[in-house]
């Protein structure tokens, strides 16, 4: 009950204060605090708009980019026709036992002239 009398209280002080003239001290409270409401709301509703805007900015911001990565690489049919056979490039090293008796096989030739 004590609550419902002081929501009262101050709706009548608030009726009062807004009929009455700007200047009235005994109203400075009031004008206080009802600016300091007008500018929060304010910043909410900028902050939300900016936040939006923000938002949209940078999803733009990201689909330019990313269009832009896709335009740096050819399309898969261009790709194709320019494909890279690995094979010529890098061939089989030679195999091991191959290599040991191309070493046996020179090593042998050497003996064979120091004789």
């Not at 999803?59 to 026709?81: F, G, I």
């Not at 890098?90 to 020179?106: K, L, V």
């Amino acid at each position: 009950m004590e609550t419902i009398r002081q929501l009262k209280a101050l709706w009548a002080y608030a009726s009062w204060c807004a009929q009455a003239p700007a200047a009235a001290p005994a109203c400075d409270s009031f004008w206080t605090w009802a600016a300091v409401a007008a500018v929060a709301a304010f910043a909410l509703v900028a902050l939300y708009i900016v936040r939006k805007m923000a938002k949209n900015f940078l999803a733009v911001r990201a689909e330019r980019q990313r269009l832009a990565e896709v335009s740096r690489v050819a399309d898969p049919v261009t790709m194709s026709r320019y494909r890279v056979d690995p094979e010529k490039f890098h061939p089989d090293p030679p195999q091991e036992e191959g290599m040991e008796r191309r070493i046996r096989q020179a090593l042998d030739e050497k003996k064979l002239e120091g004789r």
